[in-house]
């Protein structure tokens, strides 16, 4: 398990689970849900690779619209929410059925493959033995953890998440934090399902449904293993820790069946913990009073 090829590994699968993972978190922390972002993962790998497969436009402007079309979707979302004032978990549900069916319309149920070797290398291409995810997952860390730490608009989404009443009470556009928070999902949630394609040579159709319980569980254990504080690092360690179990188990032997009930048994445990902790919190509150 501790051997270099298989830390490797782990850092590998989690680069990939990471920026769909820090993404969500970020909404999480806003007080809100995104259901959608597996599939606007696929599309955006999908739609990149067919401008480079299909219509021949060179791997930079299919990196370009993948990442461009997430952000229009998760800008799409935030509207819905902030501007129609629709459940978030009902408008993003509504956004993962729409991008189903644009998956299947782009490709036709195919997957696009033979895909050029300047994209691959995104995946695929080693500096110093690490592979180039990696390098994208730290880059995307520090930028993320710079913004919900550093900036006034990270600490306004935490005080939203925290106490919509109270970050009202001190002047914060609810509104506009809460779209700024599904903007920037749908700006990181692409990463992940190009990076994948070019890591495993190939876009198929359901290319973001692997992310959809291990980027859950990294985003809740990131929103409530510091309660709140230092969001973007607690996700980081929950992506390492659920890949690391998964690993463990393939190691093990454990079958694939049982291998895909550890993220979810991971994700409703830190569910259970932060219940548990809040309610633990209040009673001592009203104890102290």
């Known amino acids: 398990f501790l051997s270099p090829a298989n830390v490797a590994d782990i850092m590998l699968t989690a680069s990939l689970v990471s920026f769909v993972s820090f993404g969500l978190s970020i909404v999480i922390a806003a007080g809100g849900i995104d259901l959608s972002f597996p599939n606007i993962a696929g599309y955006g790998a999908m739609l990149s690779t067919y401008l480079m497969v299909e219509v021949g436009h060179p791997v930079w402007v299919g990196v370009v619209a993948g990442v461009s079309v997430g952000l229009i979707i998760g800008a799409f979302n935030g509207l819905l929410v902030t501007r129609l004032y629709i459940n978030s978990f009902i408008a993003t549900l509504g956004t993962l059925f729409i991008l189903s069916g644009f998956l299947y319309w782009l490709s036709g149920g195919q997957s696009m493959q033979i895909l050029p070797q300047d994209f691959e290398y995104l995946g ?44 009202r009470l001190s002047g914060v556009n609810i509104r506009r934090i809460t779209l700024l928070s599904f903007i920037i999902c749908g700006l990181l949630s692409p990463l992940s399902g190009i990076l994948q394609a070019a890591s495993a040579g190939a876009a198929a159709v359901d290319i973001g449904n692997r992310f959809m319980v291990p980027a859950f569980a990294a985003a809740m254990m990131g929103t409530v293993i510091f309660q709140g504080k230092n969001v973007i690092v607690g996700t980081l360690f929950g992506v390492i820790f659920v890949e690391s179990l998964n690993n463990a188990s393939f190691i093990l032997g454990v079958s694939p069946e049982i291998r895909r009930v550890v993220p979810g048994i991971v994700l409703l445990a830190t569910i259970a913990f932060n219940y548990y902790a809040k309610r633990a919190i209040s009673e001592m509150r009203v104890h102290a009073h």
């Not at 390098?135 to 919900?148: D, E, H, P, T």
């Open 124 to 167: 695929r291409g080693t500096l110093l033995n690490i592979r180039m995810p990696v390098y994208f997952m730290g880059g995307v860390f520090i930028l993320c953890y710079l913004f919900m730490e550093k900036t006034r608009w990270g600490r306004q989404i935490t005080l939203v998440g925290g106490n919509i009443e109270a970050a």
